[in-house]
């Protein structure tokens, strides 16, 4: 029996009417991006023994394996019709002998709105066509047997944000109307999810206090100062510019320094398209060896920022809990 679904409807590359189109990524947030692809082209013994001894006429196949595969990264637009041109930060292609193959590995990382798999996959093909073409005269019967994507991080749907755990999280949300019980409180839970998704980590407390400026500033220092603080204390709510949106100066009152530039790399990366990031006046700092990040009082609005900052969150909650003696 033919199938009743309809499958142009989940190609973000067609229209409404089935045209081919560019996706329009403009209100996407800017991120950093990488992918990874491997290839695997079979040459055969007596080219494999020629690389080995660089006896090809053509001169170092690795070699030319690589810098073909860096050309073809940045040409990736020019190939591929409907993909976006994109200003690539880094290119790493690794070309090695394994037995009578030749293995291919191209790493390729921006910062844009939109991911670089295809970029990543035309690096390795285009390696793997310049193997072809520098061994095919002593093997015409080389093959490309493999051509995938092994890794992507960053995006919306990053699944592989952060690799670190173990970290100890704490969530404040202030809210007048949940706290009266006027208002469903959505925000917490989604935190909590996100929490474990980005970090795989522990939420070992979380609490909902009105708008109030003391109240606030006493429940972030009980937790900060408590037996087994947590690392890292993420509020959502009072981020705003209305009369009672007081969570910025209440986390100012108990701070010991601030972190500025942490919420900018998140309304940076947010633009173009989202503006409105500018409206939050929410602050992050460090109160003993606990980080304390304000987010958003919208659920998605606390998530997407959450989002945005996670690839930097581990390095930095280490750094604090004196852990991380590297600086990347």
């Not at 009578?100 to 990382?109: C, F, I, K, P």
Request: hydrophobic residues 40%.
């Amino acid at each position: 029996m033919a199938s009743t679904e309809d499958p142009a409807a989940k190609l973000s590359h067609l229209d409404a009417d089935g045209r081919a189109r560019m996706v329009d990524v403009g209100g996407k947030p800017v991120t950093d991006r990488r992918a990874v692809a491997e290839g695997r082209v079979r040459v055969g013994a007596g080219v494999a023994a020629a690389i080995r001894s660089n006896s090809l006429k053509k001169g170092d196949l690795l070699q030319v394996a690589r810098l073909g595969g860096i050309q073809a990264a940045k040409r990736t637009s020019d190939l591929v019709l409907l993909c976006h041109p994109l200003p690539l930060s880094h290119i790493d292609i690794d070309a090695r002998l394994d037995d009578d193959d030749v293995l291919l590995t191209a790493s390729v990382r921006t910062a844009g709105q939109t991911g670089v798999e295809m970029e990543a996959l035309a690096a390795v093909a285009g390696a793997a066509l310049n193997v072809v073409d520098m061994g095919k005269s002593l093997n015409p019967a080389i093959e490309i047997v493999s051509l995938r994507v092994v890794e992507k991080t960053g995006g919306k749907s990053d699944p592989t944000t952060c690799r670190a755990a173990g970290f100890r999280v704490a969530i404040l949300t202030i809210s007048d109307s949940r706290t009266a019980g006027a208002a469903e409180d959505t925000a917490t839970p989604l935190l909590v999810e996100a929490v474990q998704k980005f970090f795989s980590s522990e939420v070992i407390a979380t609490q909902l206090v009105a708008d109030d400026r003391k109240a606030i500033a006493d429940q972030l220092r009980d937790w900060a100062t408590g037996d087994g603080a947590p690392t890292l204390i993420l509020t959502t709510g009072g981020t705003g510019v209305g009369p009672r949106d007081v969570t910025p100066e209440a986390t100012l009152d108990v701070v010991e320094r601030t972190h500025p530039s942490l919420l900018e790399l998140a309304r940076a990366r947010c633009l173009p398209g989202k503006p409105h990031a500018y409206l939050s006046r929410g602050v992050a700092g460090v109160l003993g060896k606990t980080l304390i990040v304000n987010l958003p009082g919208s659920p998605k609005g606390a998530v997407d920022t959450l989002r945005l900052i996670a690839d930097v969150l581990p390095h930095t909650l280490e750094t604090l809990r004196g852990e991380e003696q590297s600086h990347p």
